[in-house]
Every structure is written in structure tokens, then in C-alpha cells.
């Protein structure tokens, strides 16, 4: 039994049939805003018909272009600047070893840098890395070339075992292979586990990644990493565009060279000599005018009609060099080079010094030591510690050295600022002569002074602390040298150390000296 609930209509069907059904909006996601500028009677702004409007930027992937890498770096000497000037200027000042370790065995693994060419493999590798988006370097070591595809183990490198690195580029000669490290303690966490490595003879061997070291090019958004197989884009890509433009400019202007000075001969019935006139009077003509042009000097006269005429034009060139030099400073800050060392141009301008320029592009090789060829020291200095000591030390650790090399006046100020810290260091009492003249012997490398201190100089000098000691340089009291008994005023240790005894020898000869006069 049924029951009727409330005063509601019959539904009418045919009714409902004939009504529009309601629209139904979709939900935008918050935060999505859909306004853009659009005059359509002015044809300007988003979806009109304009030259704007019908910009649009493709992918291309250059980087994949292999033979046109080639082609640019050989050829081009722009490109070739691109490529080598950051690389070489990461690498040329290099490094500085910080540790506890004796100076003698830090001038080790300074020697096994030189020995072994791993400085200039790395530079190789910075600049194919560059030029391709990507290159390797495997870590060559004695004795491993049947394990090469197992993680390198530390306590499997024998002293000397180390024998250099091996460059290759992404297309001749490596390749990764699809599994992924998923150790989230490995620095490598998400790059290829392993690498196919082939070798010159076509044999092909497997890599384990802990062996090799990667050089990348611009670093690119996942899914276009995964289109480069886990490389970079070439730093070509980046600046290609812009180089079309400067190359096309300067063709340019170099043709309008020949169009600088036109001259133009009027001659009065020349166009029906040429429309009904017979073939020899046309060649005629043409042998008269060649002959003129070929005598035509400076020193010469010009023979013409009573109709003719003769004029010049000359092209004016004015407005080209900004042009030219507008898209020379776009492919300088498309490779974040300045224009003064990218293409050799000293700085414009009254004031001009182009100091802020280089400042800047210094904060730029700077940033690229730290992202990109920190991680490869990272990498080789504990190889290269087992390599020839043996074992790693704990405190080994390494800063980049200034990028700028400083001037005479620069150098003489630093090296009296750090020896005259030494020295108050070393009166006050807190280091020992013999920690002084290593550290003096340690500023040697930059500012060119104390390289004359040998090993037998430190060893032989005193371990003990004095404050107020003299044996290294001292606490000198210069006030009474001029008329006074006592030309220098000091407290001589107590001890009977080498060192204080030469002073003392050295300070006995100048007084006698001075009593003599």
C-alpha cells in the first residue's frame, strides 16, 4: 500500500524533455588564474594576429647534434672560448690542502697531481662535459681491471696503485645503463648504477659508477635528463641563437664593405642601344666601360659624352658598430663571460674599468668550482690519500685558491699581513718556533717568499714556547738604538735551542759592530 507524501506535482516528462539542461562549469584548481591582455580591434595580446603572437620556442635538444659540436668547436673561435675560458680558469690556481699533515707530505699529493696528469684529465673532461653535456673519467688503479664492475673498496688501493684518469665523452666511449642507485647515503643517489665503458679495441666492459667520474654539462628538469640519458645540455645550446645573430651581423657588415663607394654612369640613349642595338655595338659598349674602369685612378681622366654623366654614392656606417656590439654583449651574457675577456675588448667608457665585469664573472667560476668540481675532488682525494700514504686522514680537507691573481703590491701587502700575524702569534707565546717556520714555509706557494726554508731548517728549530722569544724575529724595543747603551732591549729565553743561540751570535755581531763605529 502506497502512500502520497506532501502536495508535489506529477512529474511531467515531455515537459522536462523540452528544457535546456543546465551547463555544467568546470572546477578551475585554486590558486589558477586564467586573465591575459587581448585587444582585438588593435590585434595586440594574447590570441590576436600579430608577429608577437606567432613567436614560439621549440625544443630542439642541439645537444644531441654530435657532428654540429664538432663543426663549431673546431671552427668557431667563439664557441672554443665558450667552451675553455670557465674550465681553465676553475682549474688554473687550483687547489690548497688543508690537514695536520707534515708540509713534505702534502707536497706529495701535489706531486701525484702533476705526475699523473690528473689536473689537466680533469680539465679534458670539464670541457667535453661543456662542449657534449656530458663526459667520464674512469679512475685508472693498478690492479683492478678484472673488478672494475664491483664498488671500489678503499682497502683494495695499494701505494702507487693509482695511475690516472681516462676521459671519455658521451658519444665515444660510454654509456649508462638503466638501473639507478638507490642507496640514499650514496652522493650518486638516482644516477646510473653502472656504465657501459668501450674501449678502443671494441671491447665493451661494465663499470661500477663509484669508478668514474662524471663531467655534466647544464644541468636540465627531470624528464629532459631522461631524454640526455642523465647528461646535461651543451653550453652551444645555450648560447646558439644568439651566436646566429652576432655571425649574421658581422657577414653583414663585412659585405656592405664592398658597397661603401658606388659609382654610377649615366649615358644618354643607353636603353635603346641596348633594346634594338646589334650585338657588336652592345660588345663595343661593354669593352669601352671595362676599359675605363680598368684605367680609372685617382691620377686618370674619365671621358664622356655631352649627355652623360658620372656620380658616387657613398654608404654612411654609422649606427652598425652599436648593432654589432648589442649582440656581442647578448652572447656574452647568454655564456656568462664578460665581453673584456670573451672576445678581448678592453673596457669602454670614461670611467670604465671593467672591474665590476670580472668581479662578477669571478662569483660565476666560483660557483662552478663548488657545484661542479668540488664533487670530483671529493671523489679522488681519498683515492689518491690510500694511493700513497696508505690511509685517509681524518682532517683532510681542501679549500679552492683565489681565482685572481693578484699584482707585486697586492702580494708584498698580503705577505706582510700573514708574517707579521705569525709573528704576534709567535711572541705571544702560543706556537713554537719550529710550528712558525712551517707555517711561513706553507705561504710560500702564494706570495712567493720563505721558499729558502728547507725541512733541516723546521726540524732543527725549537718545539718549545716562550713568550717574548727572540729567536724567531722576537719582541724588539727599537726606541733606544739611536745614542742609547743598550741598542736593543729583549728577554732571551732560557733555553739553549739552535736557533736562539744564532740569534744570540747574530745580536752579539751587531753590537760589536755598532761599538766599533
Known amino acids: 500500500m502506497s502512500r502520497r507524501k506532501g502536495n508535489r506535482k506529477p512529474r511531467n516528462v515531455a515537459t522536462d524533455a523540452k ?5 555544467i562549469e568546470p572546477k578551475q584548481p585554486k590558486g589558477l588564474t586564467t586573465d591575459a591582455f587581448q585587444n582585438v580591434l588593435a590585434r595586440m595580446g594574447f590570441g590576436t594576429p600579430n608577429l608577437l603572437e606567432g613567436t614560439e620556442y621549440p625544443i630542439t635538444r642541439l645537444s644531441q647534434d654530435y657532428q654540429l659540436m664538432n663543426s663549431l668547436y673546431r671552427s668557431h673561435w667563439i664557441v672554443r672560448k665558450i667552451i675553455d675560458t670557465i674550465p681553465e680558469d676553475m682549474t688554473r690556481n687550483w687547489i690548497s690542502i688543508t690537514t695536520q699533515l707534515p708540509p713534505d707530505e702534502i707536497r706529495k699529493l701535489d706531486k701525484l697531481w702533476r705526475v699523473r696528469r690528473i689536473r689537466q684529465k680533469i680539465l679534458q673532461g670539464l670541457k667535453w662535459g661543456r662542449l657534449y653535456g656530458g663526459a667520464a673519467g674512469l679512475i685508472m688503479i693498478e690492479g683492478h681491471e678484472d673488478i672494475l664492475h664491483e664498488p671500489l673498496d678503499y682497502d683494495t688501493i695499494m701505494p702507487g696503485s693509482l695511475k690516472g684518469l681516462m676521459i671519455v665523452d658521451r658519444w665515444s666511449g660510454i654509456y649508462p645503463n638503466p638501473e639507478l642507485v638507490d642507496d640514499l647515503d650514496d652522493p650518486e643517489f638516482g644516477l646510473p648504477e653502472s656504465y657501459q665503458l668501450t674501449l678502443d679495441e671494441g671491447q665493451t666492459l661494465r663499470v661500477h659508477h663509484s669508478r668514474i667520474i662524471r663531467f655534466v654539462g647544464r644541468e636540465l628538469p627531470y624528464w629532459e635528463k631522461l631524454a640526455e640519458v642523465y647528461w646535461g645540455a ?3 645550446e645555450v648560447v646558439f641563437d644568439e651566436l646566429k645573430k652576432r655571425d649574421n651581423t658581422s657577414w653583414n657588415i663585412a ?5 661603401a663607394n658606388l659609382r654610377v654612369l649615366k649615358m644618354g640613349d643607353m636603353d635603346q642601344l641596348l633594346a634594338i642595338g646589334d650585338e657588336r655595338s652592345q660588345k663595343e659598349l661593354y669593352n669601352t666601360v671595362q676599359a675605363q674602369n680598368w684605367l680609372m685612378s685617382n691620377m686618370g681622366i674619365y671621358m664622356l659624352g655631352k649627355n652623360d654623366g658620372f656620380e658616387t654614392h657613398q654608404y654612411s656606417f654609422s649606427g652598425l658598430n652599436d648593432i654589432y656590439e648589442s649582440f656581442m654583449l647578448d652572447v656574452s651574457g647568454s655564456c656568462q663571460i664578460p665581453v673584456t675577456k670573451l672576445f678581448g675588448r678592453a673596457p669602454a667608457g670614461m670611467n670604465a674599468t671593467g672591474e665590476s665585469d670580472m668581479l662578477n664573472y669571478y662569483e660565476v667560476v666560483q660557483q662552478q668550482q663548488e657545484s661542479t ?15 700513497e700514504f696508505g690511509a685517509i686522514p681524518d682532517d683532510i680537507d681542501y679549500v679552492f685558491s683565489p681565482i685572481r691573481t693578484p699584482d707585486d703590491k697586492e702580494i708584498a701587502e698580503l705577505a706582510d699581513k ?36 728547507t725541512d733541516k731548517d723546521i726540524e732543527d728549530a725549537d718545539e718549545s714556547t716562550h713568550q717574548g722569544e727572540l729567536g724567531f724575529g722576537g719582541d724588539l724595543d727599537y726606541g733606544g738604538f739611536m745614542g742609547s747603551e743598550t741598542p736593543y732591549r729583549t728577554s732571551l729565553p732560557t733555553s739553549d735551542s739552535t736557533g736562539v743561540s744564532k740569534f744570540r751570535r747574530v745580536l752579539n755581531g751587531i753590537r760589536r759592530r755598532l761599538g766599533n763605529s
Open 19 to 23: 528544457q535546456t539542461p543546465k551547463k
Open 234 to 236: 651543451s653550453e652551444v
Open 255 to 259: 659585405q656592405l664593405i664592398f658597397l
Open 373 to 387: 668540481l668540488g664533487p670530483i675532488i671529493d671523489k679522488l682525494l681519498p683515492i689518491m690519500c690510500m694511493s
Open 418 to 453: 700573514k708574517t707579521k700575524s705569525i709573528i704576534e702569534t709567535y711572541n705571544a707565546g702560543l706556537i713554537s718556533q719550529k710550528i712558525a717556520m712551517k707555517e711561513l714555509k706553507q705561504m710560500s706557494e702564494t706570495i712567493g717568499m720563505f721558499s729558502n726554508i
